[in-house]
Nanobody, 123 residues
Framework: EVQLVESGGGLVQPGGSLTLSCAASGFTFSSYGMSWVRQAPGKGFEWVSSINTGGWRTTYADIVKGRFTISRNNAENTLSLQMNSLKPEDTAVYYC????????????????RGQGTQVTVSS
């Protein structure tokens, strides 16, 4: 059974930083691309970033490009999202998601994702 457990969310002031983590189990982590998606209050899911199996290819939504960095550790089956220069509009529940394939373009909204971690950016 695929299990994805996010952690690291919290309350941060505008301009601050947070690092989210996702612990994966129940599948061969190193064989799948991974993604982060988010859901702001009252809105639908929004894709944020994806990474390929080896960690050397990444892609970002324009609204987070240059501020967020996705990474993975295949030895520890973990996925991370370093978030800098946070803005109030980044407030959302953040989810890690298992892609349906190996590359950065294999994210599917219908794929497995965790329960999420709340990020609130407010002064």
């Amino acid at each position: 059974e695929v299990q994805l457990v996010e952690s690291g969310g919290g309350l941060v002031q505008p301009g601050g930083s947070l690092t989210l983590s996702c612990a994966a189990s129940g599948f061969t982590f190193s064989s799948y691309g991974m993604s982060w998606v988010r859901q702001a209050p009252g809105k639908g899911f929004e894709w944020v970033s994806s990474i390929n199996t080896g960690g050397w290819r990444t892609t970002y939504a324009d609204i987070v490009k240059g501020r967020f960095t996705i990474s993975r550790n295949n030895a520890e089956n973990t996925l991370s999202l370093q978030m800098n220069s946070l803005k109030p509009e980044d407030t959302a529940v953040y989810y890690c998601a298992k892609n349906i394939g190996s590359d950065i373009n294999s994210y599917s909204p219908g794929g497995s994702r965790g329960q999420g971690t709340q990020v609130t950016v407010s002064s």
